[in-house]
T-cell receptor, first 110, second 120 residues
Framework: QSVLTQPPSASGTPGQRVTISCSASRAKIGTNTINWYQQLPGTAPKLLIYSNNQRPSGVPDRFSGSKSGTSASLAISGLQSEDEADYYC???????????FGGGTKLTVL | QLHLQESASGLVKPSQTLSLTCAVSGDSIGSSPFAWSWIRQPPGKGLEWIGYIFQTGSSVYNPSLKSRVTISVDRAKNQFSLNLTSVTAADTAVYYCGRGWGGGGKIDYWGQGTLVTVSS
């Protein structure tokens, strides 16, 4: 079981707003910033959100991130069919001086 | 624009060594402060961080793989490599290389990934 827990699946209809949660089971990890990755089918992951709520250049503002305590969320507003993908949260793990990934959430656009 | 490209080792027999190289273009490994990283993804499963190396040669590995992993850097060729020894079927995965940042740990550029299958 991952130290970063995500729901295995989420869904929404076009135009809706959906959120995906990421919860850290170790408090020390929870104090670090969260990054989010989007993995479209058959492709490499892409950095979507970093430092909890920052968007890299080119990422639409429909995507937003937030963090409170040891929980983080990714929100997607105005859901589009091309948002159907796997989404992973990740955090820096001081105990191993490396990256810890959540188990991933498969988002289905109905 | 930064580009990373993994070499393919394709099929590896059990107990042998998996070897991959990531060629970097658009940035110089030797003059950048980044953590050049390896990540893998077993078929149908999630992402697993393997480790990273700095241009100094200093490296850090996932404790679960540490006894079998070596990451090295070739500054002259602007590439870094992954060796994973004593492989089993559990090491079958798509292997990605990426450019990581220390501290926050974001990986902002990823290679396209290469599938390595461990099978006799």
């Amino acid at each position: 079981q991952s130290v970063l827990t995500q729901p295995p699946s989420a869904s929404g209809t076009p135009g809706q707003r959906v959120t995906i949660s990421c919860s850290a089971s170790r408090a020390k990890i929870g104090t670090n910033t969260i990054n989010w990755y989007q993995q479209l089918p058959g492709t490499a992951p892409k950095l979507l959100i970093y430092s909890n709520n920052q968007r890299p250049s080119g990422v639409p503002d429909r995507f937003s991130g937030s963090k409170s305590g040891t929980s983080a969320s990714l929100a997607i507003s105005g859901l589009q069919s091309e948002d159907e993908a796997d989404y992973y949260c990740a955090a820096w793990d001081d105990s191993v001086v490396g990256v810890l990934f959540g188990g991933g959430t498969k988002l289905t656009v109905l | 624009q930064l580009h990373l490209q993994e070499s393919a080792s394709g099929l590896v027999k059990p107990s042998q060594t998996l070897s991959l190289t990531c060629a970097v273009s658009g940035d110089s490994i030797g003059s950048s402060p980044f953590a050049w990283s390896w990540i893998r993804q077993p078929p149908g499963k999630g992402l697993e961080w393997i480790g990273y190396i700095f241009q100094t040669g200093s490296s850090v590995y996932n404790p679960s793989l540490k006894s079998r992993v070596t990451i090295s850097v070739d500054r002259a060729k602007n590439q870094f490599s992954l060796n994973l020894t004593s492989v089993t079927a559990a090491d079958t995965a798509v292997y990605y290389c990426g450019r990581g940042w220390g501290g926050g740990g974001k990986i902002d550029y990823w290679g396209q990934g290469t599938l390595v299958t461990v099978s006799s």
